[in-house]
């Protein structure tokens, strides 16, 4: 016998994709499918967002993977990781150098001003979040001119040339701890190719954070700042852009710049603590990176990063601070995966559950208690 | 845009560890093995720690069974089975647990005793029997380690203090070859007995928590009970002291599923396992055959 | 006499240390603290035995350091220096150089404890019964009716009603707790009992009966035991030999009954002048 013939189940899970299929394509008579580029453009942080959970800098599949989902930014970022599973691994970078990021934001809470200036850039930090009326009947004239009219006037040469990292200011003064030479010669704990059995290393914990759930993050680093734990964080520098990939050349070894990636990267200055050596007391650090643009989800990463420090050092006083209850529940795909399966069929152990019930309750009815 | 081609699904990488550590976990019975767990195209919970074993271990030519509640037609079983048959070019696919040689499942061992030369990978959510008396991980490693069990088995003596019964009902926990103790995967206790002296090797997988575990074939496998308080299946027996029969092919000796007729109304009780009620019901009318 | 438990050095310092810590702190200082560097010498160069059926006290006032010896045998702390060797059946064992599971392994089932803070010593999530099944659960009994039968005879020769046994913890007396504290601490026969504070904070009456009961288990299974205390009252009840301790070390030890009568050190004179 070499197969099974399909019968109610799978007829059921048929059916089930096209409708699912067709709620995606039920107003094709007033439109055309979503365009890839569009979901790009257009809903660029739902875009980024997927590919930060994916974990998989691929913006064009990450484009389908939101098309394809509806939406959905677990089922998205899910099928995204999935792709992942089915790719060898071809080599490895260096550490990325993010202060030779292009930038497009770059803010410091620390200071009123820092070299290189205070760039808002593209945020909605200080909008006010009123409808925008105007856009429920934006025309596609009304659209393509505030793309060409943008550039109009621009004086590229007011930009500078390079944004130096605020936390070298501090470095060289002393408050906050020199860079440890040890850092580099170890190579970071690969979360896809090794699992966490804690006590885990901090990059363990920051790469695990870096593809985590951005609600899940929030959540637990919102805890933190309101009293479960004291980091009490100043934002040193937030920066976003555009971070070069390098690799060796083949044949000379040289590094060569494959591509680019757009990340959000943010650096916090959190309360300062005693040395262990005796030496004057220093500012920690807490540190958030993530592909895509996602300031929310770098700020709660630095957050955690900071309370798992003091965790790992000091024993866990709250969630925020203790490494299991951290790093095992922010994996969306792990935490959706698992919620999404109580819908499946429970039958047997919900026989079993009965059974015991019914004798538990059949004893009490005889008198059988002692 | 590339397309897979490995057999499997996964990369090679990813199966050869997968195999290591199933070699670890049958070499350490009960031992959860801790692997790095890849992302399936299935939900976490929907079987991907069992459906990493099977991928990683099926062969060419080698015939598969899946099922889910005991049925190979349940929607779960149906996903796994088709995924299982689209990335691996040349197996075969059954229903018969007497044909197949790899067998996947959630939540039953078929009531036929497996052989030898036949695998049953059993899909787990949660992998260690101690998390309902210690919730870090880091803790209830060093329990396992020392086989440290006290607070489980109090949870057992004052389940019979209230209850004058151990109320686990699924997840029973079970020691094997006298020192770890596994939780067996949400199998009812009537399934732990089949897990003492297998003849087939039994392999445990969860995705989502990222373990693998296994029991070896004839290895001891003793559910946790007292002396004199015994470990004791589900009753199948009605008000009258009669033990229920399948209502399909009249046996007595299996699991039964308890649904209402949606017609009748009435309950009605027929065996779990689909392929065991189709034997029943041939080996019946072959009888009748052979007795007519 | 045969020898349970030898103690040579024993200290314990919080904090990072340094080199005058042992040498500008305790009772000629005043004071446990370190000048130099701030750390706190909790005990310094405790040394003592403890004979089979024996009865030791540790007495002094707070910050005495009375029981962090204690604390160390249990292994509930790590000591800075020192050593401690256990005899049990023909076995030696040096506890500060056994590992992790070693220690635990004589925790469960060679040492018995019984905290002031009954929080410490039982587990509020299951009934008593359940406390000093545990127990005996680590073990290895298997037979329900045994485990329960023990957990009767222990409860019944500690008073506690055994019609109770199967209530939370969290239901009784302090002088209850205490009562299930030390049927558990029990349950293993222990050659070794530490008692630490245990009557402190109960009333009279109870307290009374608790010592008497101490006293009762000593007489009839020869456990040795450890009572740290700061009630004079107590040591001279229950201790055979006593420890006088004052900001970490130890400043008079010998026969109960002559430090009691006459003691040497200034500060023993006062304490056993105050003494109501």
């Known amino acids: 016998m070499a197969y099974v013939a399909i019968k109610g189940g799978g007829q059921a899970i048929d059916g089930s994709k096209t409708v699912f299929d067709y709620l995606r394509a039920k107003q094709s008579a007033e439109s055309s499918p979503l365009d890839l580029d569009t979901i790009q453009n257009q809903l660029r942080l739902l875009h980024g967002r997927v590919i930060s959970e994916g974990g998989v800098y691929h913006p064009r599949l990450a484009a389908l993977a939101v098309k394809q989902a509806h939406g959905d930014t677990l089922e998205a970022a899910f099928a995204l990781r999935a792709y992942r599973s089915t790719m060898p691994r071809l080599a490895e970078t260096e550490a990325l150098d993010t202060s030779r990021m292009r930038i497009t934001r770059r803010i410091s809470s620390a200071f009123k001003d820092i070299p290189g200036g205070q760039m808002l850039g593209a945020t909605t930090d200080y909008h006010l979040r009123l409808m925008r009326m105007e856009l429920l009947n934006e025309s596609p004239e009304q659209f393509r001119t505030i793309a060409s009219e943008w550039f109009d006037g621009l004086n590229i040469d007011d930009i500078p040339d390079t944004f130096p990292k605020v936390l070298e200011g501090l470095r060289k003064e002393g408050l906050i701890p020199p860079l440890s030479s040890q850092v580099r010669d170890n190579a970071p704990f690969d979360i896809t190719r090794e699992p966490l059995v804690f006590p885990v290393p901090r990059s363990a914990a920051l790469s695990t954070m870096a593809r985590g759930e951005q609600g899940s993050l929030l959540a637990i680093a919102y805890s933190n700042m309101r009293g479960y734990g004291d980091v009490h964080p100043t934002v040193a520098e937030l920066r976003v852009g555009y971070v070069p990939v390098m690799l060796p050349h083949p044949i000379t070894g040289k590094p060569m710049e494959i591509g680019e990636v757009e990340m959000t990267e943010c650096e916090i200055v959190a309360m300062y603590e005693d040395q262990e050596d005796g030496s004057k007391p220093v500012f920690s650090l807490g540190y958030g990176a993530c592909f895509g643009h996602n300031e929310v989800k770098a700020i709660s990463m630095a957050i955690l990063d900071r309370s798992l420090q003091i965790g790992m050092t000091k024993g866990p006083s709250n969630p925020s601070e203790d490494p299991e209850f951290v790093l095992l529940h922010v994996d969306g795909i792990d935490s959706m995966g698992f919620c999404t399966h109580y819908k499946m069929p429970h039958y047997v152990t919900f026989q079993s559950d009965m059974d015991r019930l019914r004798t538990t309750r059949k004893k009490q009815d005889d008198g059988v208690q002692s | 845009m590339t397309t897979n081609k490995s057999f499997g699904f996964m990369d090679e990488y990813a199966k050869k560890e997968i195999r290591r550590s199933s070699l670890k976990a049958v070499a350490i019975p009960g031992y959860q093995v801790p692997y790095s767990s890849r992302e399936m195209p299935m939900g976490r919970g929907f079987g991907t720690g069992g459906l990493q074993l099977t991928l990683s271990l099926i062969g060419e030519g080698e015939t598969l069974k899946v099922i889910d509640q005991g049925a190979d037609d349940s929607v779960n079983a149906v996903n796994l089975r088709s995924f299982i048959e689209m990335t691996c070019p040349g197996i075969h696919t059954t229903t018969s647990t007497t044909e197949a040689g790899v067998i996947q499942s959630r939540h039953r061992i078929p009531e036929r005793p497996l052989r030898e030369d036949q695998l049953i990978v059993l899909q787990v959510p949660y992998p260690d029997a101690l998390v309902v008396v210690e919730a870090s991980e880091d803790k209830r490693k060093i329990l396992h380690g020392e086989a440290d069990y006290s607070r489980l088995l109090v949870k057992l003596y004052e389940d019979i203090v209230k209850f004058d019964e151990i109320t686990i009902s699924h997840r029973y926990p079970t020691r094997i070859h006298g020192h770890y103790v596994i939780d067996p995967s949400p199998i009812p206790r009537w399934d732990v007995p089949k897990m003492h002296q297998s003849a087939a090797l039994i392999l445990l997988g969860a995705g989502r928590e990222k373990k693998i575990y296994a029991v070896p074939p004839y290895t001891d496998a003793e559910p946790l009970a007292f002396e004199d308080v015994p470990f004791r299946v589900e009753d199948f027996t009605d008000e009258n002291g009669q033990r229920r029969p399948c209502a399909r092919c009249g046996c007595t000796t299996s699991f039964l599923d308890e649904y209402i007729d949606s017609s009748t109304g009435d309950y009605v009780y027929r065996c779990s396992d689909a392929d065991w009620c189709n034997e029943q019901l041939m080996d019946e009318s072959l009888l009748e055959v052979s007795n007519g | ?276």
């Open chain 3, 1 to 276: 006499m045969d020898k349970v438990l030898q103690v040579r050095e024993l200290s314990v310092v919080y904090g990072k240390g340094c080199a005058s810590c042992y040498k500008k702190t305790g009772p000629d200082f005043n004071s446990n603290i370190c000048p130099d560097c701030g750390s706190v010498v909790a005990a310094h160069d405790v040394s003592f035995d403890l004979y089979r059926g024996e009865i030791l006290g540790i007495m002094g006032e707070s910050g005495s350091g009375k029981s962090t010896a204690v604390k160390c045998l249990f292994f509930d702390e790590e000591p800075t220096n020192g050593k401690a060797l256990f005899y049990d059946e023909d076995q030696q064992y040096n506890l500060f150089r056994l590992n992790k599971a070693q220690q635990r392994r004589l925790r469960n089932h060679r040492f018995g404890m019984v905290y002031q803070n009954p929080n410490l010593g039982l587990n509020f999530d299951i009934s008593a019964g359940g406390n000093i099944a545990e127990r005996l659960l680590m073990s290895n009994v298997s037979n329900y009716s045994d485990i329960r039968g023990r957990a009767v005879s222990l409860l019944s020769r500690t008073e506690v009603l055994s019609e109770r046994m199967d209530e939370m913890p969290k239901n009784f007396s302090g002088g209850m707790q205490q009562r299930v504290q030390i049927a558990k601490a029990l349950a293993t026969n222990p050659p070794l009992l530490f008692l630490d504070e245990v009557t402190t904070g109960l009333d009279l009456s109870v307290q009374a009966a608790i010592l008497d009961l101490i006293l009762e288990i000593q007489q009839q299974s020869q456990t040795s035991m450890i009572v740290v205390t700061h009630d004079l009252g107590v040591i001279r009840l229950l201790a055979d030999r006593t420890l006088v301790m004052k900001y970490g070390r130890v400043i008079e030890t010998g026969l109960t009954d002559q430090i009691l009568e006459d003691p040497q050190h200034a500060y023993t004179q006062r304490l056993v002048a105050s003494a109501l």
